[in-house]
């Protein structure tokens, strides 16, 4: 018997909300939790802090 694609993908929850993931918006449960990803991304709430550049080490 073949395994389905829904099947065979994990259950993964929402990582905004914590509702179980859709496969159109996967892992997201809907567009908006998608949309508020997005902008979290684009407004820079997500940041990768890093090292001292050249500029601040002169300071």
């Given at each position: 018997?073949?395994?389905?694609?829904?099947?065979?993908?994990?259950?993964?929850?929402?990582?905004?909300?914590?509702?179980?993931?859709?496969?159109?918006?996967?892992?997201?449960?809907?567009?908006?939790?998608?949309?508020?990803?997005?902008?979290?991304?684009?407004?820079?709430?997500?940041?990768?802090?890093?090292?001292?550049?050249?500029e601040?080490?002169?300071?």
């Amino acid at each position: 018997m073949p395994v389905k694609k829904a099947e065979a993908r994990p259950k993964k929850r929402c990582p905004i909300c914590g509702k179980p993931g859709v496969a159109a918006s996967f892992p997201f449960c809907s567009e908006r939790c998608r949309d508020v990803d997005l902008n979290r991304w684009l407004s820079g709430g997500y940041a990768i802090p890093g090292g001292k550049t050249a500029e601040e080490d002169a300071e």
